[in-house]
């Protein structure tokens, strides 16, 4: 239940005497605020599993609780900012070993909890676009600077200055959920702060070096596009390796 805003409350909606049969049925409206904590290590490409647990306390004294099958579970609503991507109900048995005393023998209890899940999937064409097209600037800017004669030396530090900058104010305007570890976006301005500082640190040691730097210029041309494509393979292998349920 949500600490935050607390609300749960049930209603007795219809009771079915079985024929022939000393046990009833009973169906019950509930009404909660639930809430959940999810990982957001993948934002803002992450799927997220939801699910409703629920058991029965006593099952002699309450009796026991129908399991149903994954077409009776309810897909028919919406979440603002996701997608429903899978539906299942499945059952949770625990095993509980119970210690009576020092002369008897342990009393061993299964349990079972009913789970309804749904896998949800965060809808980030917006957020993608937000971050990629002005990312994908920036990074084109910093890979021109290595275009850049020494003579003009001057320009490419005052581009790489500006492109580092800008990139810091991006991160701190993009919605980021500031989780414990560290999200898919935190990896890809780290990627982007990485190529910056490699770039600037070369360009400013070797301006200083004339003879290597014409050499590290055509190095960096090759070394910084294949350390990209390689660290954007990581980042798909990461969101494709996202738990399923």
Known sequence: LNPNNYHYEYKLTNETSLTNSEF??????VRANLSFD???SRYPFDEQIIFIAFSI???QKYGIIQPFQDNEIDDDFEIDGWKMVQKRFGILRTKNRINLGPDKSPKVEIEEELRMGWRIRRTSTMTAIKL???LAFLTLLVYYTLFIPLDNIDTSIEILAT???SGIALYFSTDNPQPLS???VDYIFAIYYVVVALITLGVTVF???PSYFEMYMLVAKFFIPLAIFISILIIKYKIASQKKF
């Open 24 to 29: 009833s049925t009973y169906r019950y409206l």
């Open 57 to 59: 306390v006593n099952e």
């Open 207 to 209: 301006a200083f070096i």
């Open 132 to 134: 990629g097209v002005p």
């Open 163 to 165: 492109s580092f900058l």
């Open 38 to 40: 999810g990982s957001v």
């Open 182 to 184: 560290m999200s898919i």
